[in-house]
């Protein structure tokens, strides 16, 4: 009868314990999930806006080329003074 105590209470803190390492553990890994995912988040909004800077220069350019191109049709003096 002395004994019963002993085990039941080793019982008890070796499986709350158990559970108190796993959950730490869950949440930490959680946690770290949750940092790769904003940083995966971060790569493609920067990706986006740098296709769109891409896309904008480019339609820039050739709205140029377009411009300079339809003056020297129209014949335009184009020459700075």
Not at 54 to 69: C, D, E, K, N, P
């Amino acid at each position: 009868m002395d004994w019963i105590p002993i085990v039941l209470v080793t019982f008890k803190v070796l499986v709350l314990g158990t559970g108190m390492f796993f959950a730490i553990k869950w949440h930490y890994d959680q946690g770290k999930k949750e940092k790769e995912e904003k940083e995966m988040e971060k790569r493609a909004v920067l990706r986006a806006a740098g296709k769109v800077a891409a896309v904008f220069v480019l339609s820039l350019l050739g709205l140029l080329l377009f411009t300079f191109f339809l003056a020297r049709k129209l014949g335009l003096d184009l020459t700075f003074p």
